[in-house]
């Protein structure tokens, strides 16, 4: 994929969300007068900890807590890999040296300090293959109570249905990346992505 065309997707979805962002910020403000969220700091910190950060309210119901945990841990580990992947599209067609300190990056390029033969790439390649499966473990978990075990408290809807298969297409897509990159690299031909 060219450069050009990749930066043209990551526009129109960057704008895509930014509209979406907007409507629904609209949609926080609607209500009367906002309360007062000053107040308590360090309980409030602490509230954001718990049940932002520790999702503690996913827990109610254990086997959804954990596939949802899953999940949520699997996005914040692999917000990483799509910056990496970003900039892999931008630099492997990049026609001068990057950044002008003579080094042009491979397809291998993870920042300098996770490339993928660093052994810190290497630590955090390992940690992404393991929460890839962990995020697909989860999304299974959801789909098949979605479809198959139906419980009263999950309302069947197509756009649950897709999101969870957005994700699972998201992890095999990376998976398929990194399963390619392997194989020609192993074949000793270039990578061109």
Not at 61 to 74: N, S, V
Not at 151 to 179: F, N, T, W
């Amino acid at each position: 994929m060219s450069a050009l065309l990749m930066l043209l997707i990551l526009v129109v979805g960057l704008g895509l969300f930014a509209r979406t962002a907007s409507h629904r910020w609209k949609l926080m403000f609607a209500a009367k007068a906002p309360a007062v969220r000053s107040d308590n700091p360090s309980r409030r910190v602490r509230q954001v900890l718990r049940y932002v950060f520790g999702q503690a309210r996913m827990f109610r119901y254990r086997g959804a807590g954990i596939a949802h945990a899953l999940i949520f841990g699997g996005f914040v580990v692999l917000a990483l890999r799509t910056i990496v992947l970003v900039a892999r599209g931008f630099t492997g067609y990049c026609p001068v040296d990057f950044y002008g300190v003579g080094y042009r990056p491979g397809p291998g390029f993870g920042f300098w300090i996770f490339d993928d033969d660093t052994w810190l790439g290497a630590v955090y390649l390992f940690i992404k293959d393991l929460v890839g499966v962990g995020v697909i473990v989860g999304v299974a978990y959801f789909l098949i109570m979605r479809l198959v075990v139906r419980p009263k408290r999950i309302e069947l809807s197509r756009e649950g249905v897709l999101i969870l298969l957005l994700i699972l297409a998201l992890m095999l897509a990376d998976m398929v990346y990194e399963a390619t990159a392997i194989i020609m690299t192993s074949a000793g031909g270039p990578v061109h992505f």
